[in-house]
């Protein structure tokens, strides 16, 4: 934990004096706000790293069907089914454990945060904290009586005040881990892919994170949990930004970026065609053909009724044209009968 406690330090320090130039040195708020940088710089490190993980899930949904082929044909072969899919993910590029890096990534982080906080109360330093820093660190408290340092289950000296916001962070950090599991099952996975393998993964993630986090939570420090809540709430933004750009194809968020282009089409004065529900999904397509003065698109003609006359000079002016067509049928008339 050596080297992380060096880089959590190194970025909360340098934050702190950046705000400690118009902010108290002393406060809960310059070091709750560090904190919030050091979330950022984290989060905006793993970039890369999300960007992956949206690939990998989208793949993970597309192969879905063939997933459930495979599942049927070697259901009796664990062995061989195991063999294929792994040759599947191959071949796709897929990475099934891609949804779990950022968070692996970020544990080590977390809990060298939870262990400075936790040393910096006793007066211990940790990383590039010198010992004034720490215990600055460890006894600075927000609005003067919620030290940053403080737990649900250890409140002591803020008693009801840190119980208050230790609950508020723990409910706003559950919420947004729920909220943001939901948003990608509801509006970024198509109907097949919401059964198999792959959905019981994400619904495990969805019912059963949120509950780790809140029994976890009653036992991290202020600072931590406002770490962790600052994260969700990235995260949540962060994909909601990538679902709406760049939505899974025949997932809800497709046909409701579909949607968006329709109405931006029309408000331009553009063609659109009527929107076409396709396997529980809405899809529109565009017209091609711009509109004539008429109202009529352009490259058809509708065709016109003519007259008798007009029938007989084409066919006249054709025969002419032909050099020698075949003549005119004679309509065989009725002999009469002689008595």
């Known amino acids: 934990m050596t080297p992380l406690y060096y ?32 979330t950022i710089v984290i989060r905006a490190a793993l970039i890369p790293l999300f960007v992956k993980q949206i690939r990998s899930s989208r793949n993970m949904q597309l192969i879905q069907p063939q997933i459930r082929e495979l599942q049927k044909k070697y259901g009796h072969d664990r062995e061989r089914f195991a063999q294929e899919s792994m040759k599947l993910y191959k071949e796709t590029g897929t990475n099934p454990f891609a949804s779990c890096l950022p968070l692996l990534v ?12 936790d040393r910096a109360s006793r007066g211990e330093p940790r990383g590039v904290l010198d010992q004034a820093q720490a215990v600055q660190f460890g006894n600075a408290d927000l609005f003067g009586a919620i030290p940053i340092a403080g737990t649900l289950i250890d409140p002591d000296p803020g008693g009801t005040s840190v119980r208050v916001l230790a609950v508020t962070l723990v409910l706003a950090m559950t919420a947004t881990t729920f909220l943001t599991q939901r948003q990608l099952m509801s509006k970024n996975m198509p109907p097949e892919a919401l059964n198999g393998p792959y959905a019981r993964q994400q619904k495990m993630l969805l019912y059963v994170l949120p509950p780790v986090f809140a029994i976890g939570g009653v036992a991290f420090p202020i600072g931590v949990l406002v770490y962790w809540t600052t994260t969700n709430l990235w995260t949540m933004g962060q994909q909601f930004y990538i679902i709406r750009r760049n939505p899974a194809p025949g997932t809800p968020a497709f046909a409701a970026k579909q949607e968006r282009e329709r109405e931006k089409k029309l408000r331009k004065g553009e063609a659109v065609e009527p929107a076409v529900e396709t396997a529980g999904t809405t899809s529109t397509a565009t017209v091609t053909e711009a509109p004539t003065a008429s109202g009529t698109p ?42």
């Open 106 to 117: 970020q544990m080590p982080i977390f809990f060298a945060l939870f262990r400075m906080i």
């Open 298 to 339: 352009a490259g058809r003609q509708q065709p016109k009724r003519q007259t008798r006359s007009e029938r007989t000079r084409t066919s006249a002016n054709g025969s002419k044209a032909g050099g020698g067509s075949t003549p005119p049928r004679k309509h065989p008339q009725k002999s009469k009968k002689r008595r």
């Open 7 to 38: 880089v959590v330090s190194f970025i909360m320090v340098g934050f702190h004096t950046v705000l400690s130039t118009f902010m108290d040195p002393d406060g809960g708020a310059a070091w709750l706000l560090s904190i919030v940088g050091l």
